[in-house]
């Protein structure tokens, strides 16, 4: 696969952060699931459970951060750090649990459908 030298990136990897763009929240929140976290450290969370494959920009990250506060499915507070500046850790809340799991069944219907259609797998045929 051809590189893009100025970036790094191949057209493979621009194609499959524009599938995950639209999927940053359901994301963080799943990191969220396991432990309350800080930003940066959710930033290497996602980097490093990709294999670096995938990292999202410090920018969409805040983005999201303060959707998912306002949106009332994350809460933040602040960690008591003895060295160092104090975090900002994020937490998910029971409405961020609900819309994760309903984000993650979206997700594997449209995956579902996106397979039939490139021939990965057969079509589930209407009330079956």
Request: glycine share 10%; proline share 2%; no cysteine.
């Amino acid at each position: 696969m051809t590189k893009d030298t100025a970036s790094g990136a191949t057209p493979d990897d621009a194609f499959a952060a524009d599938l995950l763009r639209g999927h940053t929240d359901t994301i963080v929140l799943g990191v969220l699931r396991r432990n309350d976290s800080y930003g940066f450290e959710i930033y290497k969370l996602i980097r490093d459970a990709t294999g670096g494959a995938y990292e999202i920009k410090e920018a969409t990250l805040y983005a999201s951060y303060r959707r998912l506060l306002r949106d009332g499915l994350a809460e933040a507070y602040w960690g008591d750090e003895s060295q160092g500046g104090r975090r900002k850790y994020y937490r998910i809340t029971d409405a961020g649990r609900a819309a994760f799991t309903q984000n993650v069944a979206a997700w594997v219907a449209t995956r579902t459908i996106i397979d039939s259609l490139l021939g990965s797998t057969p079509a589930a045929k209407k009330g079956s």
